[in-house]
Structure formats: structure tokens, C-alpha cells
């Protein structure tokens, strides 16, 4: 199989839940003898305040072309059979899935360490946006990964400019 076929990247619309037995069984195969998988729920409370739910939004085309990037990168750090990776957006209720990622590999140690990189390359860098609603109120949210992301590319781009002096 070609590595696009051992791939399966996709954005779910409104309304649609993240069947995660469907990616498990993606990733699953007699060679591998390791799945990692990651899922993101709603949680209920955020700083003290009741979650009401997740509010997704995406520019879906790049969306995809990010995710499949990231998915390559993964392939070329770790040894991997295997990649699925899913998010949905629109309204996400506390206790529901909005992202699922599934790894599988030979040995279990490049499946988790893949299924960590790809949701912190996910959050750091996939046109995905957050709004959390809250019983009174509610706010965009920017991942943390993200927000770190930029920190250390702006960091590299002072340091650059710096030496050119």
C-alpha cells in the first residue's frame, strides 16, 4: 500500500460524531503490534467556568493539506503502518469527542510517541478554531501549542536577524 493509502485525514461537519472504532480498525493490521489513540473530549469546566460546549470552526481545504503534512512528518520521525486522524466541527457538547487520532506501528513506541507529535503539531498549526460557551458567555480560544509555536518562530526570526548584523 502507498503511504497515502495507510492515511486517512478527515474533517467531520456539523452534526456528525467521531466513530473512533471505525479509525482503530483504519490503523489495525496483523504487522502491527502496537495502536496508539487519542481522543479530545469536552470537558465541563474551564477556570472555574461550566462548559456549556465547543464551538469549531476550519478552513477545511487547508485544513486537510496541514493534517496530511503533519501525518508525512510523522512517517518520517517514526516507523509507522498506519495514520488516522479525524475532527469535527460545529457545536461539541461537554462529554463528546471533537478530535480522534489513531497510530499503529510495529513496536508500540513509535505509535505513541507519533500520536503525541501529531496532536501537538494539530493544535500548533491546523486552521482550527475554538470557541468555548459558557453558561454566561463565551470566548475564541487560542491553543497553547499555537500560541507557543509562534513564540519560538519569532524567537528564531530576532536570533536571525541578530547574527546578520
Not at 502507498?2 to 456528525?16: G, K, M, S, W
Not at 507529535?117 to 486552521?127: G, M, R, S
Amino acid at each position: 500500500m502507498a503511504e497515502e493509502e495507510r492515511t486517512q485525514v478527515e474533517i467531520l461537519e456539523e452534526n456528525n460524531l467521531i466513530d473512533m472504532t471505525k479509525y482503530i480498525n483504519y490503523v489495525s493490521a496483523p504487522q502491527a503490534g502496537g495502536i496508539a489513540t487519542f481522543a479530545g473530549t469536552t470537558r465541563d469546566t474551564f477556570e472555574g467556568k461550566s462548559v456549556v460546549e465547543l464551538r469549531y470552526e476550519a478552513y477545511v481545504p487547508m485544513a486537510i493539506r496541514c493534517m496530511k503534512s503533519m501525518c508525512s512528518s510523522a512517517r518520517s520521525s517514526w516507523n509507522l503502518h498506519s495514520i488516522a486522524v479525524a475532527h469535527r466541527l460545529g457545536s461539541v457538547p461537554v462529554g463528546e469527542t471533537s478530535v480522534f487520532i489513531a497510530v499503529s506501528s510495529v513496536h508500540r513506541a513509535d505509535a505513541l510517541d507519533a500520536c503525541k507529535f501529531l496532536i501537538d503539531e494539530l493544535k500548533a498549526t491546523v486552521p482550527i478554531w475554538k470557541k468555548e460557551v459558557y453558561a454566561n458567555g463565551e470566548v475564541w480560544k487560542e491553543n497553547s501549542e499555537f500560541a507557543e509555536r509562534r513564540l519560538e518562530l519569532g524567537k528564531d526570526g530576532i536570533a536571525a536577524e541578530e547574527k546578520s548584523r
